[in-house]
């Protein structure tokens, strides 16, 4: 056997371009004729990545049709839209939910009445998975593949809209921040729009300045000042100050935005392995050179702890990190570092408000009751930290929930092994009331004496909705990671997605049990399914009120003391 070394290609980023293949030259060109593009100097642009090198391989040129749906609100996406040709119609009733449920896919959920719950128990049907399609107009024309759309302009001539023209920018913020699409947007007439995935975008604006400027703007203009003044501690900030916030802000992002593809593997490496990947945000011993907000993503908070380092708790979306060093700082002429280390968790995007900035317009209108508390724990004197989260329980447990990404979760259905008696009661119940299947598993990740089930964990980052074709898989009104079964075509992208398994494809029967068939292959059709926290239900969870044991809770694992008073039970 020979000990010679084997030499490989090393993987490139543009191996594989955004569309199924690169744009020609020609198509090229016929880009930079356009504005925005055209008025860009090429020249801003290293040899490496040139200018034609993104557009040939992070773009794809989207022609539409009018009334063609480009992207629908609440929609998760990483590609933003510039408009070459005509112009696309932008929908402003975003609280209107009867609009919503007629163009995006997604469907209106009503509570069950009490008699309508009970009559449950007895109208069941014996075979699982039964679909009436008789009664349901969508579900009759069910199919394997294909997408069903409602008559687009006859809904939105009930509703506001406004337009998009040509050489304008849309979709950049949830591209950048891979947050849901706040509206829904379709082509007005027939129009060409070049589709950017953000990789592209974010080399575009690092190299072209006027285009930089333009994101820029728009974050400044549509977005950052509501998110900061939502935030408590700038709500006393005077108009002037609040401009100058805005301003000056930084924004950061870190990691890797496809971390549900790789966080399995990171998983089964070592802590030393595993903290390498983490990109620091903030290191213990700097000097704190601005207050650090969390804008979408998690990350870890950890002390250096002998060789390596202890985790001591995460920060989630709206979350700050650094008030209390940069207070002590402006208080004190004995300064202080960083206490702890922040590191990415996947992906995180930050905004970075620099400590001069804070000192200047932020703490002298701090009202007492934001005042953080002193400093507890001194890098300089090798002080621990003393706090509630800093137990060796805590340490662990926290350890397994991020590394495992279950800090994801806002209802993570945990059971406590201690309690449970194994009756499957929740199982039961969770089938009586979805189907004559239940919608989760009975087993998962053990944490302390709690199981993790295999349920759905209704995200805060739900990557499962990416890519759904017809807007089936979508957020409800409170929340909720539901699947509207009608606009469901099996597709298996949100199963294919979901990081944690928790959404299954099933076979679909008809009234009489028999397997409903795809009328051009003769396939069983498969559809999506998963917990919806029984979201027409009066009660709310069945399994939870199944439970004889108490031993079965839903928890939103952003609220971390709750959290850790939970494990600690």
């Not at 020249?43 to 040939?56: V, Y």
């Not at 002590?328 to 922040?342: C, V």
């Not at 009331?433 to 089930?453: L, S, W």
């Amino acid at each position: 056997m020979s000990n010679e070394p084997i030499e490989v290609r090393r993987p490139q980023r543009w191996d594989e371009p955004f569309d199924e293949r690169p744009l020609s030259d020609r198509d090229v060109d016929w880009i930079l004729g356009h504005a925005p593009f055209s008025s860009i100097d090429e020249s801003d642009f290293s040899s490496s990545a040139t200018l034609r090198d993104i557009l040939r391989n992070d773009t794809r040129i989207v022609r539409c049709l009018a009334g063609d749906i480009v992207y629908r609100t609440g929609d998760y996406g990483t590609s933003a839209f510039f408009v070459l040709t005509g112009q696309v119609r932008v929908v402003l009733d975003r609280g209107d939910e009867s609009m919503t449920e007629k163009i995006s896919g997604s469907v209106l959920h009503s509570r069950r009445g009490f008699i309508s719950s009970l009559s449950q128990l007895w109208k069941n049907s014996r075979s699982p998975e039964r679909r009436d399609l008789g009664t349901d107009p969508q579900a009759s024309k069910v199919r394997s593949k294909g997408l069903f759309v409602q008559d687009v302009p006859a809904v939105l001539n009930e509703h506001e809209t406004t337009t998009v023209g040509a050489g304008n920018l849309f979709g950049e913020l949830s591209a950048l921040g891979r947050t849901p699409r706040t509206t829904t947007i379709f082509a007005d007439n027939q129009c060409e729009l070049l589709e950017v995935r953000w990789q592209g975008l974010r080399d575009l604006s690092r190299r072209s300045k006027s285009l930089n400027k333009t994101v820029d703007d728009l974050y400044r203009k549509d977005a950052l000042d509501e998110q900061l003044q939502s935030t408590p501690i700038f709500a006393n900030v005077d108009p002037a100050g609040q401009k100058r916030l805005v301003k000056e802000t930084i924004f950061a992002n870190y990691g890797n935005r496809e971390w549900a593809a790789t966080y399995k593997a990171l998983a089964e490496k070592g802590a030393a392995q595993r903290l390498k990947k983490e990109p620091i945000i903030a290191e213990e011993g700097h000097y704190p050179n601005g207050l650090i907000l969390i804008r979408s993503g998690f990350a870890r908070v950890s002390k250096q702890f002998g060789n390596g380092h202890r985790t001591l708790s995460y920060l989630g979306k709206g979350q700050m990190f650094g008030l209390e060093e940069i207070y002590h700082n402006w208080r004190s002429a004995d300064p202080l570092p960083y206490r702890f280390t922040l590191r990415t968790v996947g992906y995180v995007d930050v905004l970075l408000v620099p400590t001069r900035v804070i000192e200047e317009v932020v703490l002298p209108n701090l009202p007492e009751d934001l005042i953080p508390d002193p400093p507890v724990g001194d890098v300089r004197d090798g002080g621990h930290l003393v706090s509630d989260l800093g137990s060796q329980n805590h340490t662990q447990h926290l350890e397994q929930l991020v590394e495992a990404r279950f800090i994801n979760g806002t209802a993570t259905m945990m059971i406590d092994l201690e309690r449970c008696t194994r009756c499957d009661d929740c199982v039961r119940a969770c089938a009586a009331t979805h189907d004559g299947n239940p919608r989760f598993i009975r087993h998962g990740a053990q944490v302390g004496k709690f199981m993790i089930a295999n349920a759905c964990m209704h995200c805060v980052d739900p990557v499962c909705m990416i890519g759904c074709p017809t807007g089936a898989i979508h957020r409800a009104v409170g929340g909720q990671v539901a699947i509207n079964d009608s606009t469901c075509i099996g597709c298996k992208t949100c199963a294919t997605n979901c990081p944690y398994d928790n959404i299954r494809m099933v076979e679909i029967r008809d009234q009489s049990g028999a397997l409903i068939r795809d009328q051009e292959t003769q396939a069983p059709i498969q559809k999506a399914t998963k917990c919806d926290l029984c979201i027409d239900q009066q009660g709310g969870p069945a399994c939870q009120n199944a439970c004889p044991h108490d031993a079965l809770t839903r928890v939103d694992m952003r609220q971390t003391q709750n959290l850790l008073e939970l494990l600690e039970r």
